[in-house]
């Protein structure tokens, strides 16, 4: 069945550090990826978009790793601040389908 | 611009009575989406509008749920009659492109529906 698993549900790190969360997915064949950002009784911002024929892209404190054979999205935060501390949530798309969603890990960001 | 507007934020309603939903999304944007959440649950696609036309209905759970999108602009989503597992925050979005362009979904802050 197809599934997108993001790696865990929370994760903590210290202020400043670099945040790592991590999309994997089995059945799809994306044709592009997603990250929004979603705050507590708020719909979810987008971030960044990557292709599949991309390897990386980058926006500000931001990076976005996207490996078709591996099959796995990567979401790097560099120099956490507080202000980061959401649930970010991974989705794709095959091409001309709507997005599916992952469930999103939160982030803490600790001062 | 203005965002993508949901109304109402909350329904709290009894089983079996009949709750709309509404959306407004941004002037302009031909591609509207319904998703919704239930608790514990990722964020599942319902269905899709293409202007004013229904592209692609396939997340739609039963023949409850009911959604229009009147002359392109606006979009309403009726429940009737509501169930308890109908119970979650139901989000629409908007977007101007297909969703693959650089900007994604323009998501609205979600109806946080409740059936009692």
């Known amino acids: 069945s197809q599934k997108i698993e993001q790696n865990s549900e929370a994760l903590n790190i210290q202020e400043g550090k670099t945040a790592t969360l991590t999309c994997n997915y089995t059945n799809y064949s994306p044709a592009y990826l997603q990250w929004y950002r979603q705050d507590p009784g708020r719909g979810p911002v987008f971030l960044l978009l990557i292709r599949e024929n991309e390897k990386e892209k980058r926006k500000e404190r931001l990076k976005v790793t996207f490996d078709t054979t591996l099959k796995q999205s990567l979401f790097h935060i560099t120099a956490s601040q507080p202000a980061d501390s959401a649930t970010y949530l991974c989705?794709?798309?095959?091409?001309?389908?709507?997005?599916?969603f992952g469930k999103g890990t939160r982030l803490s960001v600790i001062a | 611009e203005a965002g993508v507007t949901q109304f109402p934020s909350h329904s709290v309603i009894e089983k079996g009575q009949t709750v709309t939903l509404r959306c407004d999304p941004i002037?302009?944007?031909?591609?509207l989406y319904w998703y919704r959440r239930v608790m514990g649950k990722e964020i599942k696609f319902l269905l899709h509008?293409?202007?004013?036309?229904?592209?692609?209905e396939s997340g739609m759970p039963n023949n409850r749920f009911l959604a229009e999108r009147t002359g392109g602009t606006y979009s309403t989503l009726k429940v009737q009659p509501a169930e308890l597992e109908d119970s979650g925050v139901y989000f629409c979005?908007?977007?101007?492109?297909?969703?693959?362009?650089?900007?994604?979904?323009?998501f609205g802050s979600g109806t946080r529906l409740t059936v009692v």
């Open positions: 509008f293409v202007k004013e036309s229904k592209q692609d």
């Open positions: 979005a908007s977007s101007q492109e297909q969703g693959w362009g650089d900007y994604g979904y323009t």
């Open positions: 989705a794709l798309s095959p091409w001309s389908t709507p997005l599916v």
């Open positions: 002037s302009g944007h031909d591609n």
